[in-house]
């Protein structure tokens, strides 16, 4: 029996019978962890997976249903942490995902260098000179802005966990991008493909999904762009099979 708070749900992930526990006090997942999940390589029948910034677990959870092998989750926030954990225990997972409350600049001396075969990270988003403006809620705060890690720190964490040639995924906002590259580079991962997200077709893009390889050869592939909503306002036919299947 797993506990639910009085001011928590529980909600659906997509059109899954996985079942994750939220509330409106802290950080919710959104489209852009979604698409992560979706995005990243996965090896179907062995490998292991870690998931930086996991938050509530939805990263995780979603590729549970993509893999055999074992996922890892790193969340610093132990109201998150907690919600994650009852999150696994709830779909009947935790032989299969294995959840960790703490920081992730320690996470090479809590896990070893090199264990895993795929690190995704969705870090936040906002640099801290931009911290002025962060939500005033802590929780929020955390998610949104770096506050306790680094875009930098994010990229040198996940390459000194994952083996070598194997997968570094991310998603960020484009006005990063070149930094995000060039960090890729000085940490030896090598961006290999690369997708922008648009809210709407002729909308600047609002996301980018990115994926490299750990000491792999040049050669970037930029895919087709995801287009969230039509001009009715719901989600495009793409989208919709992105995420739903």
Known sequence: MVDIGPEERIDFILDTDLKIIQSKDVFSFSLDAVLLAKFVYVPIQKGGMMDLCTGNGVIPLILSKRTKGPIYGIEIQPRL???????????????????????????????????????TCNPPYFTREQAHIKNPNPHYA????????????????????????G???????????????????????????????????????NMLLIEGVKDGRKGLKVLNPIFVYNDHGDYTKELKQLTYG
Do not use: W
């Open 81 to 119: 942490y907690d919600m994650a954990r009852r999150s696994v225990a709830l779909n009947h997972l935790e032989k299969r995902i294995t959840l960790h409350c703490g920081d992730i600049l320690d996470a090479v001396k809590t896990f070893g260098a090199g264990m895993f075969n795929v690190v």
């Open 167 to 205: 997968k570094v995924a991310f998603v960020h906002r484009p006005e990063r991008l070149a930094e995000i590259l060039t960090l890729m580079e000085t940490y030896r991962i090598a961006p290999k493909r690369l997708q922008f997200v648009h809210p709407r077709s002729g909308e600047p893009a």
């Open 142 to 165: 955390i998610a949104r802005h770096e506050l306790h890690m680094t875009l930098e720190d994010a990229i040198r964490v996940s390459s000194q966990l994952v083996r070598q040639k």
